[in-house]
């Protein structure tokens, strides 16, 4: 069984800096196309932040988190990883991660892909 399990989110005060993990379990982290993370505020919808492709060498950032947030990989430990720096009160939300075993373009659509993580809660305090 795959399983995605996040981890790394707390609480904050704006301008620090974060961490979040997502270990892949029950298949290697090469199998997918894609691996993305996607944050849900509430009372909004769950929107894209950030996809790596498996291949390591193309991401893609959401506008609002571009020079702030880094994804990387490390296929060795079937580990995705989000570097949050200069955080701010509106990146408040759960985070989720998400894995995409077929092939895609944009790959930033929350429908395409096949497997999530149960989210870890950032929070960050103005």
């Known amino acids: 069984q795959v399983q995605l399990v996040e981890s790394g989110g707390g609480l904050v005060q704006a301008g620090d800096s974060l961490r979040l993990s997502c270990v892949v379990s029950g298949r290697t982290l090469s199998s997918y196309y894609a691996m993305g993370w996607f944050r849900q505020a509430p009372g909004k919808e769950r929107e894209f932040v950030t996809r790596?492709?498996?291949?390591?060498?193309?991401?893609y950032y959401a506008d609002s988190v571009k020079g702030r947030f880094t994804i990387s990989r490390d296929v060795a430990k079937n580990t995705v990883a989000l570097q949050m720096n200069s955080l701010k009160a509106e990146d408040t939300a759960v985070y989720y991660c998400?894995?995409?075993?077929?092939?895609?373009?944009?790959?930033?659509?929350?429908?395409?892909?096949?497997?999530w993580g149960q989210g870890t809660q950032v929070t960050v305090s103005s």
């Open positions: 998400a894995a995409r075993r077929d092939f895609c373009t944009g790959c930033y659509d929350a429908g395409r892909y096949d497997v």
């Open positions: 790596i492709k498996w291949s390591g060498d193309s991401t």
